[in-house]
């Protein structure tokens, strides 16, 4: 079945493009607002957009209210945030942090998620997440401000952290890392089963 996407509602678009790129890696972006509020929250359209200079990027896609979610704002406001990376130990404190709550809330606190320090910037990090980046804000790209629109956050990785057990001579253990992808709808994947293939 073919669909052109000129003629199908937004929550069909979503739905489609949500359903069909996956599975897709999270980013559990905490920040701090410019009030001293710790938020955490976890976005799956995400990527690596550069390693020289090293780039995280990510998208919010716009609410149908049009109002920018805290990740976002606080990210305007102090210019810092760790991308967390959120592994099947975590799974359902990340789930939680989803949820709608108020500005002067912590999701650290309703989600009851284990924080510590940072290296390089003032945000916590997510102390059992077992890769983190440090990040400050490079640019904000609007592609639509209209609802399920995107923003495309792109963001600087000052520090990274990796699991001591995780490190093999530079490289991450896949095997080990127990990283998280997200399906459509309320779906994730685990990364229990692999396969290996040589670039031919």
């Known amino acids: 079945m073919f669909f ?42 995400f990527t690596v957009a550069s390693c020289n200079p090293p780039v995280l990027l990510y998208t919010q896609v716009t609410q149908r209210n049009k109002i920018d979610k805290d990740t976002l704002t606080n990210l305007r406001d102090t210019g810092e945030c760790v991308v967390n990376i ?71 990785v000052k520090c990274i952290y990796v699991r001591d057990d995780l490190l093999e001579e530079g490289n991450i253990n896949q095997h080990l890392i127990d990283s998280v992808g997200k399906m459509g709808g309320d779906l994730f994947s685990l990364t229990e089963q692999r396969v290996k293939l040589e670039r031919p």
């Open 4 to 45: 052109d996407v000129d003629e199908i509602e937004n929550q069909a678009k979503y739905r489609l493009l949500n359903g069909g790129v996956t599975p897709r890696p999270i980013a559990w972006i905490s920040t701090r607002s410019s009030a001293g509020v710790d938020n955490i929250a976890p976005y799956s359209f």
């Open 86 to 156: 959120v592994n099947a130990e975590l799974l359902e404190k990340m789930n939680q942090t989803s949820a709608a709550i108020d500005h002067d809330i912590s999701e650290f606190d309703y989600a009851n998620v284990e924080q510590c320090a940072s290296h390089r910037v003032t945000p916590y990090s997510v102390k059992q997440s077992p890769v983190r980046y440090e990040c400050t804000l490079r640019e904000i790209i609007s592609v639509s401000e209209a609802a399920s629109g995107g923003t495309v956050i792109l963001l600087d």
